[in-house]
């Protein structure tokens, strides 16, 4: 069986949030969603309009998500070792970076493939919130 990990804040769920869903799923048999916590989201000097419970349960309602966990940190390498992953989907606008050139032999390294898929274009949390924002002032 092959097991697909991924992790996001999931805040104001949108069609990218659904397309990398259910690309991810379409590579493996059992799809675990890590929803990032609240005081992860302030860590990464952000806050979250939708509580992480809510965040939560509406990823694990999701047709293509196996099971829905806490993401508690960064560090997506244990979780894929503890959950069983041989998969991390992730969005292409971390590819070639030092950072995630780094990330790739230590994933190799354990025997996992990390998968990039691209962002769907024209949408993401941060510009809905922006025009949110600006629909209300």
């Not at 990464?44 to 694990?60: S, T, Y």
């Not at 196996?66 to 959950?83: F, G, I, N, R």
Request: hydrophobic share 40%.
């Amino acid at each position: 069986m092959v097991i697909g990990y991924t992790t996001g804040v999931y805040d104001l769920f949108h069609i990218g949030h659904l397309n990398l869903l259910k690309n991810a799923k379409g590579l493996c048999d059992k799809l675990i969603v890590g929803v990032t916590v609240d005081d992860l989201v302030l860590y990464k000097g952000k806050r979250a309009m939708i509580p992480f419970e809510d965040r939560l349960e509406i990823v694990r309602s999701i047709k293509y998500v196996d099971a829905a966990v806490p993401q508690y940190d960064m560090d997506k390498l244990s979780a894929c070792k503890k959950l069983g992953a041989s998969m991390l989907f992730v969005g292409d606008d971390w590819y070639g970076t030092e950072k995630w050139e780094k990330y790739e032999s230590q994933f190799t390294e354990a025997g996992i493939k990390i998968v990039y898929f691209p962002y769907t274009k024209g949408v993401s949390s941060t510009q809905i919130s922006k025009a949110l924002k600006h629909v209300r002032q």
